[in-house]
């Protein structure tokens, strides 16, 4: 059983900068891929940032060069470091591991008023 628990959601102005963090009850060797999706008002759900267990990243094109996805194994941390946030950025912010199975964690909400 892997729980997932995010934070570090908010408000920002465009521009601005926030950091997700997903603190997760399981053990970091035993997962294959780690990310981060969003949710958008009428959209659907959308990959941001993944990392593997060999620390491999991808990032949605929108995300490039802007987000920043990490993590610390000691403290079985994933972290989203997100800069230059535009209004599109807007969305509920999800956790996820594949362990091999699925897990996801219950959102967070990021808005980017301009």
């Known amino acids: 059983q892997v729980q997932l628990v995010e934070s570090g959601g908010g408000l920002v102005q465009a521009g601005g900068s926030l950091r997700l963090s997903c603190a997760a009850s399981?053990?970091?060797?035993?997962?294959?891929?780690m990310g981060w999706y969003r949710q958008a008002p009428g959209k659907q759900r959308e990959l941001v940032a993944a990392i593997t267990s060999g620390g491999s990243t991808n990032y949605a094109d929108s995300a490039k060069g802007r987000f920043t996805i990490s993590r610390d194994n000691a403290k079985n941390t994933l972290y989203l470091q997100m800069n230059s946030l535009k209004p599109e950025d807007t969305a509920v912010y999800y956790c996820y591991v594949l362990a091999p199975a699925s897990y996801w964690g219950q959102g967070t909400q990021v808005t980017v008023s301009s």
């Open positions: 399981g053990r970091f060797f035993s997962f294959n891929v």
